[in-house]
T-cell receptor, first 114, second 114 residues
Framework: TQLLEQSPQFLSIQEGENLTVYCNSS?????LQWYRQEPGEGPVLLVT?????EVKKLKRLTFQFGDARKDSSLHITAAQPGDTGLYLC??????????????FGEGTQLTVNP | DVKVTQSSRYLVKRTGEKVFLECVQD?????MFWYRQDPGLGLRLIYF???????EKGDIPEGYSVSREKKERFSLILESASTNQTSMYLC?????????????FGPGTRLTVL
């Protein structure tokens, strides 16, 4: 089983601060997705990256896929209380039949205090 | 909008009971998944199905079985519930076997086995 390790597991910051969450593996993934989960809800997709070195921006969130497609990062600029949630990275392997199967990291619980 | 619904938000069962968790999606998706989510462990795949009556084991299938008689419905069965199956159970669906496909999640069922 391919493993994805996220760090940090917990992050508590003040509104306006910047932060970065990391997702690392020894395995190569064909795609990397980031999801956010709020209490009482299922995870919701934020972004998918598929090319090594790819950078995608979603308002104050910047996602990067490592050149070797083994790692990814999520950077949030000027965090707001509405960014509070559990952030999950998920790697896709791309093989037939199991192509839609994802391997999830443990998650990073972010709390942004007003 | 894709909608994935789960039959119960909260469920309390006794050790040894047979438990059924139901999941329904309304977007004609090919793939459906069952995960369990535990603190510090992220989402772990129990079973998934890429077609009606087709199923594949995920990473932790022991103690569980699944049924997919209709495309829109995927059931998770605990034949004889045990306390170590107390967890949050999440169902998800995705459109096809594309390697970077989005998974859409239901709100989850929090199962407690006493």
């Amino acid at each position: 089983t391919q493993l994805l390790e996220q760090s940090p597991q917990f992050l508590s910051i003040q509104e306006g601060e910047n932060l970065t969450v990391y997702c690392n593996s020894s395995s190569v993934f064909s795609s990397l997705q980031w999801y956010r989960q709020e209490p009482g809800e299922g995870p919701v997709l934020l972004v998918t990256v598929v090319t090594g070195g790819e950078v995608k921006k979603l308002k104050r969130l910047t996602f990067q896929f490592g050149d070797a497609r083994k790692d990814s990062s999520l950077h949030i600029t000027a965090a707001q209380p509405g960014d509070t949630g559990l952030y999950l990275c998920a790697g896709g392997l791309g093989a037939e039949t199991s192509g839609s199967r994802l391997t999830f990291g443990e998650g990073t619980q972010l709390t942004v205090n007003p | 909008d894709v909608k994935v619904t789960q039959s119960s938000r909260y469920l309390v069962k006794r050790t040894g009971e047979k438990v059924f968790l139901e999941c329904v999606q309304d977007m004609d998706h090919e793939n459906m998944f069952w995960y369990r989510q535990d603190p510090g462990l992220g989402l772990r795949l129990i079973y998934f199905s890429y077609d009606v009556k087709m199923k594949e084991k995920g990473d932790i299938p022991e103690g569980y079985s699944v049924s997919r008689e209709k495309k829109e419905r995927f059931s998770l069965i605990l034949e004889s519930a045990s306390t170590n199956q107390t967890s949050m159970y999440l169902c998800a669906s995705s459109l096809d076997l594309a390697y970077a496909d989005t998974q859409y999640f239901g709100p989850g069922t929090r199962l407690t086995v006493l």
